[in-house]
């Protein structure tokens, strides 16, 4: 095998940011919308994987309003909010191979319990909570995977960079290539937990 110089690697055009988060999910996207209500001057981005934001979360779920009702309480009254089917009923059964049995949801912990909360679509949710932080003024960056982590000086996380692009199956540089961008954080801010 002869031993083949790779071209010279090509630097990374970066862009600088307040904050960098990486997924689209509703953490990221919560994450983001709190901090542009907590600091309106600050620049977010978000990275995401899928080809659009809930492009890769296929599952329905039960949630507990509780969380989008600190961070946006106006959503009911949103009529493009896609959180609209309560919970009617509870049921929970003990299975075997030829019966299910119904337990009565007393025994069962609070947790079990799903008055009050709502069945979704956790993909359309995400969608609806990323027009939310756009209005907000988050940048939202689907089809890129954060493929690296980026240090500062002192060691710090600095950002991210997104996947190079064009690179053939050997790992080399083809027609197209594309180097992955840097995506750096300048600084952060350490209230992301919902507290005003």
Not at 6 to 28: K, Y
Not at 58 to 76: M, Q
Not at 108 to 130: D, E, K, Q, Y
Request: hydrophobic letters at 40%; aromatic letters at 6%.
């Amino acid at each position: 095998m002869e031993n083949e110089a790779l071209p010279p690697v090509t630097p990374r055009e970066a862009m600088e940011f307040d904050v960098v988060i990486v997924g689209a999910g509703p953490a990221g996207l919560a994450a983001a919308i709190r901090l542009k209500q907590l600091d309106p001057q600050l620049q977010v981005v978000l990275v995401e994987k899928g080809s659009e934001v809930g492009a890769h979360i296929l599952s329905g779920a039960v949630i507990d309003p509780i969380g989008i009702d600190r961070l946006l309480p106006e959503w009911r009254k949103d009529p493009d909010c896609p959180i609209q089917q309560a919970v009617l009923d509870d049921r929970f059964y003990w299975l075997s191979e030829k019966r299910a049995i119904r337990i009565p949801a007393w025994p069962m912990p609070p947790l079990m319990i799903n008055h009050g909360n709502f069945i979704v679509s956790l993909g359309t949710v995400c969608r609806w909570l990323a027009t939310k932080a756009e209005a907000l003024g988050v940048e939202i960056y689907p089809g890129f995977a954060a493929t690296e982590v980026l240090y500062g000086e002192q060691g710090q996380v600095a950002g991210v960079a997104t996947g190079d692009m064009g690179v053939g199956r050997d790992g080399k540089p083809q027609d197209g290539y594309t180097r992955g961008i840097a995506l750096k954080g300048t600084r952060c801010t350490p209230r992301v937990h919902g507290a005003a």
